[in-house]
């Protein structure tokens, strides 16, 4: 008999929780009287993150482990365990509960309604500073902007998602992909549950500023082309400019006011100058993406897959 549900949950460094969430999420699950999988990615965890899922996968069979050879990220993470669940729903979830399992039925429910995407969203946000729900607001306000999707604010990566969207994603031949960009970009029938994002049951956050910052240059690059249009909106403001100049040059001339040509010379080469890098960095960006996706390299290599019958 398939399964029906599929809990994908990536994992680094978590040892201290992994048992707790558990402990919080079967009893839930068990309720429901159907049959699910909780499939964990462990990330290249460097604690003892693998030992207890061995240990958890030994005494239950719908427990399944991907261990990754090395760290390779949430959200190659969050996609290995989309390529290898089975169920007719699949929900991921971070391990350290601060996605409540009790919300897990409500997503549930409005996917038995007929939604194919449900997304878990905050109405509130324990234990986060106010820059960091700032530049997050700010950030998908931008990039909604820029890529014309429609992406909910404070939602996560905290979702279900209906087998046929889970089959879509997985036939992207695509490297980096960013899951909370992607379930607006496919479309289908969405929903949201709102819920408290609760504070953490035990350890730190992994994702520290650089992960953050290298994930939002993701979304953007994936799901815009606007910095390419940059160059030529910067040629543009700086011709007017330049005509100014001019103008007043010729201006300041007809008045017998000289200015020499050494006082302007310089800082217009320096300006010049920084234009030309930042303009290139954009384009090593996009060639880089291009780079990257000719390799054709995989987005994680595997070292062990526990409770898989295949």
């Not at 992960?211 to 040629?235: C, D, E, M, Q, R």
Request: hydrophobic share 40%; net charge positive.
């Amino acid at each position: 008999m398939g399964v029906k549900y599929s809990i994908v949950v990536p994992v680094f460094n978590e040892g201290d929780v992994v048992k707790i969430f558990y402990e919080a999420i079967t009893p839930i699950m068990e309720n429901l009287k159907e049959s699910y999988e909780i499939i964990y990615v462990n990330d290249g965890s460097r604690d003892n993150t693998l030992e207890c899922l061995t240990d958890l996968s030994s005494k239950d069979s719908r427990v399944k482990v991907i261990s990754f050879a090395r760290n390779f990220g949430q959200q190659p993470a969050i996609f290995a365990g989309f390529e290898h669940s089975s169920g007719e729903a699949v929900i991921t979830m971070d391990v350290d509960l601060q996605d409540p399992v009790e919300v897990v039925p409500q997503m549930i429910e409005k996917w038995k309604e007929g939604y194919e995407i449900v997304h878990g969203k905050r109405s509130r946000r324990k234990g986060e500073s106010f820059f960091k729900k700032f530049t997050s607001s700010l950030y998908l306000k931008v990039l909604q902007k820029i890529s014309g999707l429609h992406i909910p604010q404070d939602v996560g990566e905290f979702k279900l998602l209906d087998r046929k969207v889970i089959d879509v994603i997985n036939s992207m031949p695509e490297h980096d992909k960013y899951l909370r960009a992607l379930t607006s970009w496919v479309g289908f029938k969405q929903a949201e549950v709102e819920f408290v994002r609760q504070e953490r049951v035990a350890g730190k956050t992994k994702y520290s500023v650089k992960k953050l910052v290298k994930l939002a240059g993701n979304g953007i690059v994936s799901f815009s082309t606007y910095p390419l249009t940059i160059s030529t909106k910067l040629g543009l403001v700086l011709g007017g400019l330049s005509l100014i100049a001019f103008l007043t040059f010729i201006v300041l001339a007809c008045c017998k006011i000289f200015l020499p040509l050494t006082a302007w010379l310089f800082p217009t080469i320096t300006l010049l100058f920084s234009i030309s890098f930042v303009l290139n960095g954009f384009q090593n960006i996009y060639l880089r993406r291009t780079y990257d996706e000719t390799r054709n390299r995989p987005r994680y290599t595997i070292s062990q897959r526990i409770n898989f019958d295949n």
